[in-house]
């Protein structure tokens, strides 16, 4: 590390350092890193200042000292360039993409209480929690680090707002929840975290094929207790194609936080505050981080290839719906195929409110979350229910529609 | 909801008919609805990102064709055995 000039560069945005260059292996690979923090150090280009950090209503960095406020280059300018979508081909990378290495930038610890590894800042004594369950974290276990991200989306949403949604999101969900979640609910311990996505540029070609009916004539046969109704129809091989670009779809970047299966964990809950406005995310700076916690990346691109391809045939599939809207009688789709031409890949941290209570009932283990969206303030949330109430009113509510219908037949 | 709509059924066959003792489930179906209706409003357990609405899609018109191969008579089926129309995240078999 060398130290920075003395008189340091103005942290505007200089899209001339990044250059496009071919790695050996032949995949691109654009260079996002912010090259006046190339010394490791982040300063206050006005005072020279290291105490810097997010000021979320203007969503700028602020010298603390000399109150001097910037904010760093977006980040779509330097990784898209000039072309069009439609004329990406091959694998592009961002640079804070590629495969993971070790990397002693920032701490990595792993959580004793649910495992999760949890990246934090050294300089930041507040940020030892783990945001997904709260345990206490010690530092040794630290596991090696995760890449440095391309970019990231800082908080717009403050942590006051951030309770009230919390707050609000609970409230009316309180009457069947399970009573110590009430007792013990704290939306004061709300964390903020920046969690690890790659955002993902795709141009792609689908086609499907299958069967669709089309109804020509109802009408009822037989007499009597054996009335039924009855349809002919036209049966038609149909087959679709479509040309398409998507834009900044976002996949989560975290393995553990990748597995969704809404009856082992509540991943879904943090899946379903997406999307972000990421075409205002900016260049990597680890100031933004200040305050705040952030978990680290564990998948490579071509971890998640399988998981892009699936999301782009159900886009396909949702393109060409409308298109066979003339089946009234439905369409059994039976194949597909998707032929992706190019993608490109940006790392980025998206920041998330995140409200967590560990619950432990009968023996099986789960943490829920009530998670705000840290820009749009979109909530969603998994509250513990109390089986018991829940039963109750279930029953109350089935034995009044049985006695209704007991007295009906009474009557009859 | 689909209690209602099982008792409304049930009195429209059986009106004819005798006893409508398939009314007797609307209590069991009653507190099954009422059940899932809650778990799913407080665990979510059912939600995701919508990322085929959500996302910036640009798609050149869709193009294909629409052979007639066979037609059908008098089938009690009312749609398409294995309609997967709108399951668009439903996978199906993956062509080279
Ligand atoms: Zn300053
Ligand atoms: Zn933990």
Same mark, same amino acid.
Request: charged letters at 20%; proline letters at 4%.
């Given at each position: ?34 090259? @006046? ?47 069009? =979508? ?50 206490? =974290? ?121 597995? +969704? ?22 260049? @990597?700076?680890?100031?933004? !981080? ?26 396909? /599939? ?29 790392? +980025?941290? !998206?920041?998330?409110? =995140? ?19 840290? /820009? ?12 018991? /109430? ?23 | ?41 407080? /665990? ?53």
């Amino acid at each position: 590390m060398t130290a920075h000039g003395s008189a340091p560069e103005p942290p505007i945005a200089d899209t001339s350092t990044a250059q496009q260059r071919e790695a050996d292996a032949g995949t691109p690979v654009v260079d996002t890193a912010n090259a @006046w923090l190339d010394d490791g150090v982040n300063r206050c280009a006005r005072c020279g200042s290291t105490e810097i950090q997010l000021r979320v209503s203007t969503g700028h960095l602020v010298c603390l000292f000399c109150r001097h406020e910037w904010t760093e280059a977006h980040i779509e300018p330097l990784v898209a360039g000039e072309g069009s =979508l439609r004329d990406l081909t091959g694998t592009v990378i961002a640079s804070g993409a590629t495969d993971l290495v070790a990397d002693d930038g920032m701490l990595t610890m792993k959580c004793s209480g649910c495992g999760a590894e949890v990246v934090v800042n050294t300089a930041e004594a507040t940020s030892s929690r783990c945001h997904w369950c709260r345990h206490l =974290l010690t530092v040794n276990e630290q596991v090696p680090n995760g890449a440095v991200p391309d970019a990231v989306l800082p908080f717009s949403v403050t942590r006051d707002q951030a309770v009230e949604h919390i707050k609000l999101f609970a409230q009316k969900r309180r009457t069947f929840a399970h009573r110590r979640f009430v007792k013990e609910f704290t939306p004061g311990n709300v964390v903020g975290v920046y969690l690890p996505y790659m955002v993902v540029d795709s141009n792609a070609s689908g086609d499907v094929h299958g069967v669709g009916e089309v109804e020509t004539r109802q009408y009822t046969r037989g007499t009597g207790d054996n009335k039924r109704t009855v349809y002919d129809a036209d049966v038609h091989r149909v087959e679709r194609h479509v040309d398409l670009t998507v834009d900044d779809l976002t996949l989560e970047s975290s393995t553990e936080r990748a597995h +969704m299966n809404a009856f082992v964990n509540t991943n879904n809950v943090i899946n379903t505050i997406l999307p972000f406005d990421t075409k205002n995310a900016v260049q @990597w700076n680890a100031s933004y !981080l200040v305050g705040y916690t952030s978990e680290r990346r564990d998948a490579d691109v071509a971890a998640l290839v399988p998981e892009l391809e699936d999301q782009l045939l159900s886009i396909v /599939r949702s393109q060409v719906q409308s298109s066979v809207k003339t089946y009234d009688r439905g369409v059994r789709w039976e194949g597909e195929r998707l032929e992706v031409h190019g993608t490109r890949w940006v790392s +980025m941290y !998206l920041p998330v409110w =995140l409200y967590s209570y560990y619950h432990d009932e009968g023996g099986t283990p789960m943490v829920h979350y009530i998670a705000v969206n840290g /820009r749009t303030g979109e909530t969603m949330g998994s509250v513990p229910v109390s089986q018991w /109430r829940l039963v109750t009113a279930a029953l109350v509510t089935g034995t009044v529609l049985e006695s209704i219908v007991i007295a009906m037949l009474g009557l009859w | 909801m689909n209690a209602a709509l099982l008792a409304a059924y049930a009195v429209e066959v059986h009106a004819e008919s005798g006893t409508p003792w398939v009314l007797l489930l609307a209590g069991p179906a009653g507190a099954v609805a009422v059940y899932w209706t809650l778990f799913r409003y407080y /665990r979510n357990t059912d939600k995701s990102h919508s990322f085929e609405r959500e996302t910036l899609i640009e798609a050149m018109p869709v193009t294909g064709q629409d052979p007639k191969i066979d037609t059908v008579r008098g089938t009690e089926r009312r749609e398409v055995r294995g309609n997967n129309v709108s399951e668009h995240r439903q996978r199906v078999q993956r062509l080279p």
